[in-house]
């Protein structure tokens, strides 16, 4: 294949813009940022699972605990009718009295045994509330941390993005002056060869694979025509002669 050797060299801006645009590429797909989202993200809804499980206990617990109170009402409720008919001196029958004074004793022990459940179920309420508030805390914080990062990632991103839309601008602009058949020998190599189809020869090395080209191959590159476009020997991209090629 021919071009001309000023060609030859646009061929190396072309290359420098591709290898610019693989760069921010990578860069965005790189960004410690995603990670963090992804992770932060998951976290947060981890705490949301804890929060439903949280909810669901304290849910239990307070029907538990408003059917001990009610309980203790109705115990209440009968002990101050028992102790008024004791009071009241309406009962005289002996055998009567003993069985109502041994019911308001039953009465007082059961009211005792249902008022010490009842505290073990607020200090449990407590403890669940206390659950809550700690994971709302770390929820808001995961959230702001998330926030913050997709803040930081998205302006980075911005960054990247334009800096990729100028330097496709210049490529769009470049390529078309360049000959078809000698870009598209540039993108087939290229894409087989790590992103780099073109590379100059600086100092008797090949910069697309960074060998040292042997004797023979550079008097045969020194001996090709300026309009020829050369290979390189060991790595078949496209070799482009600079007056720093050590010729
Ligand atoms: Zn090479």
Do not use: W
């Amino acid at each position: 294949m021919k071009a001309d050797p000023a060609i030859q060299l646009r061929l190396l801006d072309l290359q420098a813009l591709d290898a610019g645009l693989d760069r921010l590429v990578a860069r965005r797909r790189g960004l410690p940022e995603f990670a963090v989202i992804t992770e932060r993200t998951a976290a947060l809804s981890t705490v949301d699972d804890e929060v439903v499980g949280v909810r669901t206990e304290l849910g239990d617990v307070t029907r538990a605990q408003r059917k001990l109170e009610n309980e203790i009402e109705l115990v209440r409720t009968r002990s101050a009718r028992d102790s008024q008919r004791l009071e009241s001196g309406a009962v005289a029958n002996s055998r009567e009295l003993e069985n109502l004074q041994a019911e308001l004793a039953s009465l007082a022990r059961r009211q005792g045994v249902l008022e010490d459940d009842a505290l073990e179920k607020m200090e449990a309420v407590e403890g669940l509330e206390g659950q809550l508030a700690t994971l709302a805390q770390r929820r808001a914080d995961l959230q702001a941390e998330v926030d913050a990062v997709t803040t930081a990632r998205d302006k980075t991103c911005a960054e990247i993005d334009a800096e990729s839309a100028r330097l496709r601008q210049d490529r769009a602009a470049l390529a078309p002056q360049l000959p078809e058949a000698l870009v598209a020998l540039y993108e087939r190599i290229r894409a087989s060869s790590g992103g780099v189809g073109a590379a100059p020869l600086l100092r008797r090395r090949c910069q697309g694979c960074h060998l040292e080209l042997s004797g023979g191959d550079l008097r045969a590159v020194a001996a090709a025509p300026a309009d020829e476009v050369v290979r390189c020997e060991e790595c078949r991209r496209i070799l482009v002669r600079t007056p720093e090629s050590g010729l």
